[in-house]
C-alpha cells in the first residue's frame, strides 16, 4: 500500500487549502482513509476519517472548517481530499494521510506527510 500526499504550503489566517492524498495498494478501496496532524511538540492527533461507505468524523477542532471526501471509483487508485478553510495559525501542522482496516491485522499505512503553514 502506498500512500501519497500533496498540497500543502504557506496560507494566511482564514485562507483555504485542498490536500490530496492518492492511495493504492490491495484493499485500500474497502479500507477508512483519514488525515492526521503533527504540530510542533506534539503528538499526532487524528484530524478527519471517511469510511468505504462515507461514513464522516472529524476532530472537535476542525470541525465546520474542514471537509474530508474520497473518490474510489478507480480500483487501482483511490483519492482521498481535505478541505481546509478558515485556517487558524494553530492549524499549522505536517498532515498525514492514512489508510486503516480493523478487520485486517497490521493494516495501518501512513503517507509521507505534507507541510500546512497558517501565518501572517
Known amino acids: 500500500v502506498q500512500l501519497q500526499a500533496s498540497g500543502g504550503g504557506l496560507v494566511q489566517p482564514g485562507g483555504s487549502l485542498r490536500l490530496s492524498c492518492a492511495a493504492s495498494?490491495?484493499?485500500?478501496?474497502?479500507?477508512?482513509l483519514g488525515w492526521y496532524r503533527r504540530a510542533p511538540g506534539n503528538q499526532r492527533e487524528l484530524v478527519a476519517t471517511?469510511?468505504?461507505?462515507?461514513?464522516?468524523?472529524?476532530?472537535d477542532a476542525v470541525q465546520g472548517r474542514f471537509t474530508i471526501s474520497r473518490d474510489s471509483r478507480d480500483n487501482a487508485k483511490n483519492m482521498v481530499y481535505l478541505q481546509m478553510d478558515s485556517l487558524k495559525p494553530e492549524d499549522t501542522a505536517v498532515y498525514y494521510c492514512?489508510?486503516?482496516?480493523?478487520?485486517?491485522?497490521?493494516?495501518?499505512?501512513w503517507g509521507q506527510g505534507t507541510l500546512v503553514t497558517v501565518s501572517s
Open positions: 495498494g490491495s484493499g485500500v478501496t474497502s479500507s477508512r
Open positions: 471517511i469510511t468505504s461507505g462515507g461514513t464522516t468524523n472529524y476532530a
Open positions: 492514512n489508510a486503516r482496516n480493523l478487520f485486517r491485522s497490521g493494516y495501518n499505512f
